[in-house]
C-alpha cells in the first residue's frame, strides 16, 4: 500500500531494526543481512530493504556494493535519533486527528462529515486516512454511520482495560513451557536500558527511542514467549499506546524507575527464576498503569 501506509510501515519497520542492533549490541561496522532481518520480523526482504534505505538516509547505516549494509555511526549516537521524514498530506491529517482525540478535542465515534467540517481536507483523503487507522486497530467502522475510537488510552477506564489486558498476558508469557533463555537478547536489553539511565537531564533520549525501548523490550519478551499470539496482542497494544507517545516522555524519574523494572525482570529471566520475573513484571505493569494514570491528572 502506498502513501501514509507506507511511510508509516518503513519508519516503524526502521525503528524496530534500531531496537535489534540495541538488543544485539553491534556496533559501527557491524553487518546488517536483509535475509536475517526479514526471518527475525517475520516480513518480506523489501520492506527490510526499504527500511534500512530510510536508515542509511539517516546515517545510521551505509550501503557496501555486493555486501549489504553496515552499521556507520557509535551505538552512543542511536540514543538521539529520531526518525523522520517530511510528511505528506494525509500522514499530517492523521497526525492531527490522533493529537485531536488524544487532547479530549473530538468524541469517540464521530462521523465523516463531522470531520470533513472540521479538517482542511477532501472525501477522498479521509476516507484513505481512516481505513488506515482501522487497519492499524486504532478506529473501528460503525454499524451504522461514522468510525469509534478503539484506543482512548487517555481515559481511566480504557487505560486500565489495556493494562489489566497485559497483566493477564505478559507475566503468563514468561513461564509458558515454550519460553526461549535467549541471553544474547536479555542482556543486550539490560546493556540498552543502562545507556539510558546514564543519560544524563542535559543529553535525554528522545521520546521516540524512550517509546522504543519500552515497546522493544516487551516485543522481545512476548517473541521469548514461543507463542506467536501473545506476540502479535503486544505489537497490537503497542502501536495503540504510541498515541500516547504525543504527550511526551516528561517525568525524568518514572523513566528511571521503570528501566530499573525492566532490568530486575530480565535479570530474574537470566537467572532462570521466570516465576519471580512474572512477579516483578506484575508490578511493573502496576505502577506503570498508576503512573499513566497520574499523567492523565495532569494533562
Known sequence: MSGISGKRRQVVLAERILGHIHQQGLDRGAHLREVALAEHFGVSRTPVRNALKLLAEQGVVRSIPHQGYVIDCAA?????????????????????IVEDHVRGELPDSITQVELLKRYDTNVAMLAKVLEQMAEEGLIERNTGQGWTFLCAFDSESSQRASYEFRRALEPAGLQLPGFELDRAVL????????R????????????TALFRLDANFHESLARLSGNPLILQAIVRQNRQRRMLEYLGYGNRRRITDWCFEHIAILEALLSDQRAQAAELMTRHLDQALEASNALRVKR
Request: aromatic share 2%; no cysteine.
Open 187 to 194: 542482556e543486550g536489553q539490560i546493556d540498552e536500558h543502562r
Open 196 to 207: 539510558v539511565i546514564a543519560l544524563d537531564e542535559h543529553t535525554p533520549a528522545t521520546s
Open 76 to 96: 552512543d549516537h542511536l540514543h538521539a535519533l529520531s526518525l523522520s521524514m517530511p510528511k505528506s498530506q494525509d500522514e499530517e491529517l492523521y497526525l492531527m
